[in-house]
């Protein structure tokens, strides 16, 4: 797919699993961007434009949570799907995220078929 | 009526230490290593081994809310170096960081996989981002007595010790 993908994640190892797996679903970008918090994610988004978003929750410095609501406030990545990827699968949590913004919802650990599942519609719509 | 309220909001002791919680913290350790890693994991028969070797990693995630406590992730290095390995899809990986982030992310899911599975804490305990420490000169401090599961796993040759801390909110 042409495009920039931006996988924010305070695991480094997490940034190359969900792109190794993306990559497995056949979802693959000319650019990858890695941010390490909320705010090195903002920051890219300042700068670029991105096409999807891969975004942990529980996060240092900046939640994944308070990331989606400054998305919002400063409208960047108008229209951009952002799926969150997270170990916290509780349903206030999955609410919270859907009410900030988020479209789809990934809980860790994930397999190939959650990826195609919740991932690859949101690319096609 | 002070009891009653805590009984409905808390995760008390029996209950910490029920069998089906061990199953749960099982199950959630099988699918981390199959989903996440690809390796196939199994609870190690007794005698449980002696960690050994130096330079052991352990990784801390804090529970708080419906249940206080924490969850402990500990391997040596040659069980990290396994894991950051699979995690990369096969890149052999040595370096500190990356072996300190692998642990610290596997306690993050088993800590998370295994709450999300009891209906009292999944939407009511919140777990805090791993700390990951290196070496066995330490020692965990609740503010309160606590009970714990302690669990051993091998994988291709490697342990893994799994440690389920809950304050006891009723006692002491």
Redesign the interface.
Do not use: C, H, Q
């Given at each position: 797919m042409k495009g920039t993908i931006l996988v924010v994640d305070?695991?480094?190892?997490?940034r190359?699993?969900v792109l190794?797996t993306l990559k497995m679903a056949e979802v693959e970008f000319d650019q990858v961007l890695e941010a390490g918090d909320g705010v090195e994610a903002l920051t890219l988004l300042r700068a670029h434009t991105v096409n999807l978003i891969m975004c942990d929750i529980?996060?240092?410095n900046m939640s994944g949570l308070e990331l989606l609501l400054q998305i919002k406030e400063e409208k960047l990545a108008a229209g951009v799907p952002i799926v969150m990827v997270?170990?916290?699968?509780?349903?206030?949590q999955v609410r919270q995220a859907i009410l900030a913004g988020a479209k789809g919802y990934i809980?860790?650990?994930?397999?190939l078929d959650h990826i195609k599942n919740n991932v690859k519609p949101l690319l096609v719509a | 009526m002070a009891n009653a309220a805590l009984a409905s909001t808390t995760f008390l002791s029996e209950e910490f230490l029920a069998q089906r919680n061990i199953d749960l913290a099982d199950e959630t350790v099988f699918?981390?290593f199959?989903?996440?890693l690809g390796l196939e994991v199994a609870v190690a028969p007794p005698p449980v081994p002696e960690i050994g070797e130096g330079d052991e990693r352990t990784a801390i995630v804090g529970y708080s809310g419906a249940m206080r406590g924490c969850c402990e992730v500990q391997m040596n290095h040659s069980a990290a170096a396994a894991v950051?390995t699979a995690?990369?899809?096969g890149v052999p990986t040595d370096d500190s960081?990356?072996l300190n982030?692998?642990v610290?992310?596997i306690a993050?899911?088993i800590?998370?996989?295994w709450k999300?599975r009891i209906p009292s804490l999944?939407?009511h305990c919140?777990?805090?981002?791993p700390t990951v420490i290196t070496g066995r000169a330490y020692k965990v401090h609740m503010s309160r007595p606590s009970v714990k599961i302690i669990r051993c796993y091998h994988f291709g040759g490697n342990h893994l010790f799994l440690t389920l801390r809950r304050e006891d909110v009723t006692g002491g």
């Open positions: 305070d695991s480094a190892m997490m190359k699993i190794r529980n996060m240092p997270t170990t916290e699968g509780s349903e206030p809980r860790k650990p994930f397999t | 699918e981390v199959a989903s996440m950051a995690m990369l899809g960081d990356s982030d692998a610290g992310e993050n899911m800590a998370g996989g999300d999944s939407s919140n777990i805090s981002p």
